[in-house]
C-alpha cells in the first residue's frame, strides 16, 4: 500500500473555469480523509521587456477580490493542444497589442498546491514590436479598460516590495526576470522546455 492513495474521487461542480472534486485519500497511518481539489486548466503569465528595460504592466479588475490589480499580461490555458508559449504570444498580442521576436522559460508557478491542481508557467518576451492595427483584438468584459502602461523593472519589483503588485503571477515573474537580468539572462530556458506539471485537460 503505498501513502496518499486516492481511494475514491467525486466531481462536485463542473464550471466554465474550474471542477471540484472531492477526494477520498489514505493517510499515512491508513485513515481515509476527505480532500477538496480544484482543478483548473492551467495558466501563462508574460515578462514583456522592452529594450529600455521598461516591463509591460497592465491593471485588470478582478471580482473575487473587487480590487483592480497591477498584473501581468496573461491567461488560461483554454485550447487543447496549444503549445504554452504561444497561448502567450496570444494572450499577449490581444492584452497588450504587442508581438515579441524572443520567447524564454523565466519560471513556473504553482499558486496554491494544497488546494489547487494550477500551474503556471511565465515566459520573458523580448524584441518587442506592435500588432497592427488591423489585427489588434477587441476586449470584452473584464478585458474592456486594461490599462496598459510600461515602468522599469526595477521600479516594478519595488511595488512588489511595497505591495503594490499582488498578483502571484506578477511577483514571481518580476523578481524572476530582475534575477535572471541581472545574471545575463543565464537562467533563462528555453520556450519549449519541458513542464511536467502542466494540468491535463
Same mark, same amino acid.
Given at each position: 500500500?503505498?501513502?496518499?492513495?486516492?481511494?475514491?474521487?467525486?466531481?462536485?461542480?463542473?464550471?466554465?473555469?474550474?471542477?471540484?472534486?472531492?477526494?477520498?485519500?489514505?493517510?499515512?497511518?491508513?485513515?481515509?480523509? @476527505?480532500?477538496?481539489?480544484?482543478?483548473? #486548466?492551467? &495558466?501563462?503569465?508574460? =515578462?514583456?521587456? %522592452? !529594450?529600455?528595460?521598461?516591463?509591460?504592466?497592465?491593471?485588470?479588475?478582478?471580482?473575487?477580490?473587487?480590487?483592480?490589480?497591477?498584473?501581468?499580461?496573461?491567461?488560461?490555458?483554454?485550447?487543447?493542444?496549444?503549445?504554452?508559449?504561444?497561448?502567450?504570444?496570444?494572450?499577449?498580442?490581444?492584452?497588450?497589442?504587442?508581438?515579441?521576436?524572443?520567447?524564454?522559460?523565466?519560471?513556473?508557478?504553482?499558486?496554491?498546491?494544497?488546494?489547487?491542481?494550477?500551474?503556471?508557467?511565465?515566459?520573458? @518576451?523580448r524584441d518587442l514590436a506592435?500588432? #497592427?492595427? &488591423?489585427?489588434?483584438? =477587441?476586449?470584452? %468584459? !473584464?478585458?474592456?479598460?486594461?490599462?496598459?502602461?510600461?515602468?522599469?523593472?526595477?521600479?516594478?519589483?519595488?511595488?512588489?516590495?511595497?505591495?503594490?503588485?499582488?498578483?502571484?503571477?506578477?511577483?514571481?515573474?518580476?523578481?524572476?526576470?530582475?534575477?535572471?537580468?541581472?545574471?545575463?539572462?543565464?537562467?533563462?530556458?528555453?520556450?519549449?522546455?519541458?513542464?511536467?506539471?502542466?494540468?491535463?485537460?
Amino acid at each position: 500500500m503505498t501513502d496518499f492513495d486516492t481511494v475514491s474521487s467525486r466531481t462536485v461542480y463542473s464550471g466554465h473555469v474550474v471542477t471540484l472534486r472531492v477526494d477520498d485519500v489514505r493517510m499515512p497511518g491508513g485513515e481515509v480523509k @476527505a480532500r477538496e481539489v480544484v482543478q483548473q #486548466p492551467g &495558466a501563462v503569465g508574460v =515578462v514583456a521587456l %522592452d !529594450e529600455a528595460g521598461q516591463v509591460v504592466l497592465i491593471r485588470q479588475y478582478r471580482h473575487p477580490v473587487r480590487e483592480w490589480l497591477v498584473e501581468l499580461p496573461a491567461g488560461l490555458l483554454d485550447v487543447p493542444g496549444e503549445k504554452a508559449y504561444r497561448t502567450a504570444a496570444r494572450e499577449l498580442a490581444e492584452e497588450t497589442g504587442l508581438t515579441a521576436g524572443r520567447w524564454d522559460v523565466l519560471v513556473d508557478v504553482r499558486n496554491s498546491p494544497g488546494l489547487s491542481t494550477e500551474a503556471v508557467r511565465v515566459f520573458l @518576451a523580448r524584441d518587442l514590436a506592435p500588432v #497592427p492595427d &488591423a489585427d489588434r483584438h =477587441v476586449g470584452t %468584459d !473584464e478585458e474592456t479598460d486594461l490599462g496598459v502602461h510600461r515602468v522599469p523593472l526595477d521600479e516594478a519589483v519595488a511595488g512588489v516590495f511595497s505591495g503594490e503588485v499582488q498578483n502571484a503571477l506578477a511577483v514571481s515573474g518580476l523578481l524572476a526576470a530582475a534575477y535572471a537580468r541581472d545574471r545575463d539572462w543565464a537562467p533563462l530556458r528555453p520556450a519549449d522546455a519541458p513542464w511536467p506539471a502542466r494540468p491535463e485537460h
